[in-house]
Structures are given as C-alpha cells and as structure tokens.
C-alpha cells in the first residue's frame, strides 16, 4: 500500500515538511506587552509532540499599533525575539518546522479581546486597567464596524514606517530560529484593506484599479523577502475572496498570487472574508477551491485551511491536487495528535513516526497494550 499524500514530505526551498499537516495561527489574546509565555508555550508545543510538520505562532504585530488587542503577540523589539526563540527551539527540537505570522491589524486595531463584553474598541474603563486605547491607521478613514476606532488614512510616511516594520520583525523572526515566515494579507488586516475595494477608497497610486491596490502589500513582500533567506520559505495568507459583492473576487486574487510568486512568495496560504459583515455558507472544506484555483492559475504552491475537519478530508485534498498543504487550528484544538491519527486513519495501522522520540516510547507501549487487547 502506498503512503496517503497527506503523510508524505514536501519541500519548499531548503526546507521538508515531514508531512503535509500545518498548524494554523491561532490568536490567543494572552501575550503582555507582546511577550510570549508559557500558555504559548503550552499551546504551541503540543501540537510539535502530536507530529504535525509545521506549527504556526499566532499573528504577531510588527508594531505595537498594528495589534488587534493588548493581548496580542508582538515582534517589534529584541525582547519579544528572545521570548519567541524558546517557541521556536522547542518546537523545532520536537520534530516541527516553526513559523511565524508577521501581521498588522490596520483598522481592526485597538480593540478588545474577544471574550470581553461588550466587544468592540477599547474604552476609558480598558485604559484604567492599563490598556489605553491608540490610534489606528488604513488605506482610508472607513471604519470596520460601527463599534470599531475610526482609523487615521495612511500618509506615504505611514506606509515606509509599517514596511520598515515588517522588515525589522522578518530579521528579529529570523535571529528567533524561525523556520518560515507568513506575511498576514487576510482577515479585514491592514494588507487586506488596501487590496479590497471595500476598504481602499484611496484616490493615489494606492488605490483605485487591482495594480494599484496591491501596490502597498506587494512593497511589505518585497522588503520581507529581501532579508528573509532565500533557502527560507515565505509564505502568504490571503482573503481570497470579501464575500460581498463589489468586494475582492478570486480572479482578483490569482493576478495578486502572480505578482507575489515573482517576489519570491513560495506558498499561498487561501482562506476568505473577514474584511466586512458577509453571509458565509459554512461547510466542510468550503474555501479548498480558493486554494485550488490559486494553485492552477498563478502556479504556486497553496495551502487549504477552513473546516477541514478530519484526516480523509485532508488526504483527498492534496491527493487530489487541489492544494499541497493543510491547514487546521480548531480540530487542532480538540486534538493535538490529529497528526499521528490521521495514520492510523489513513492505512489502518498505529505508526508513531511522527512523534517525537519521548512521545513515541509511550505511544508504542500503549499500541502493544491495545494488541493485546484485541
């Protein structure tokens, strides 16, 4: 019997995968002043222990504006680094490749995490308890929502300083020991903002026609993949499509794929939305033909994430070509040796390969015991 496609290696650049399972970046909101700890360390480092290829550090602002809530992660000071090196020691020393998301929040900034009631933009009760509000910056002064800031519009100014901290936090990423970078284009972020017509009402060389939209987002790749290694991989994750009509369309989003692939991006990473209040149809694997047509079209290695919610879903994936890598965050959550079932799920024998090497000890003792017991 051959290996499931899902389980085989797949390299990119310098760098295999020891299989095609990724773990997506997950939001945790618990970061201090953007400092890792050891809930990320927890969170994280067990999905290395359950044999997925790579692990992903949620989305990490380049700069302390460019934060979704105070508690997010961060990577714009020496300090931050240091804190992510441990994550992505242990995770490398356990089997995984380690990424990092390199993200800004743009107008979705300066808001409350999600758990607090009311949501929203943070209020003079948040800055009592230390978590002032700041300012926040887009392509255009157009709000996300009526509960969210009114954002500054981004001066030529604003826009050289975010690349310059891009550019800093893809360096401090690399002395951290990270194994990939993703650049965060999706979700209603401030690099989505100026691709979408819903969010970019600039009347510049930013704005208006797709070659002017991407203008600003293909500058960050282009500075990112100047000082991220070359044997490195680079990834990008991309709202494929706004889901409201006027919004970005995949058609849209394969000449952004083009573009991108010639700077050096090595994967697209394809979900949808989050740029606007839409009617999503939810559904196992409902954003896989992003990934595929992505792939087909611009001729770039993509990655499917959205409801893949077992290990058949994934195989027929990228058995089938419709992207080369998988992505899950919430059957991550419930399990955290998807990885190592999805073999036994797949080929019907119990094979820890994936595991590292304390796991697995137990692991083949706990399968000898189970023999026994059939």
Known sequence: MST?????????????????????????????????????????????????????????????????????MGLWNDDQARALSRIADFLKANGAAAGVQL????????????????????????????????????????????????????????????????REATKRALDAGFDVVEVHAAHGYLLHEFLSPLSNHRADDYGGELQNRMRFPL??????????????????????????EGGLTIEDTVEVAKAAKALGVDVVDCS????????????????????EQVRREAEVATM??????DAKLAQAIVAEGKADLVALARPMLDDPNFAIHAVAAL????????????????????????????
């Open 4 to 72: 499931p496609e899902l389980l085989t290696p797949f390299t990119i650049g310098g760098l295999t995968l020891k299989n095609r399972i990724v773990v997506s970046p997950m939001c945790q909101y618990s970061a201090i002043d953007g400092m890792a700890n050891d809930w990320h360390l927890a969170h994280l480092g067990r999905f290395a222990i359950g044999g997925a290829a790579l692990v992903f550090v949620e989305a990490t602002g380049v700069e302390a504006r460019g934060r979704i809530s105070p508690g997010d």
């Open 272 to 291: 949808s939305g989050g740029n606007a209040p839409a009617h999503i149809k939810l559904k196992p694997g409902y954003q896989v033909p992003y990934a």
């Open 103 to 166: 993200a800004h929040a743009g107008r979705k900034g300066s808001t409350r995490r999600p758990w607090q009631t009311p949501g929203g933009e943070l209020t003079e009760d948040d800055a009592v308890r230390g978590e002032a509000a700041w300012e926040t910056i887009a392509p255009s002064a157009l709000r996300f929502a009526d509960d969210y800031p009114l954002p500054k519009a981004m001066s030529t100014a604003d826009m050289a300083e975010v690349i310059v901290a891009f």
């Open 347 to 374: 080929t019907g024998k119990r094979d820890y390969a994936f595991a590292p090497t304390p796991a697995r000890s137990g692991l083949d003792r706990l399968a000898q015991g189970l023999r026994h017991m059939d």
């Open 304 to 309: 499917a994430v959205g409801l893949i919610l």
């Open 219 to 244: 500058e960050v790749i282009e500075t990112v993949r100047a000082v991220w290694p070359g044997d490195k991989p680079l990834f990008l994750r991309l709202s494929c499509v706004d889901h409201v």
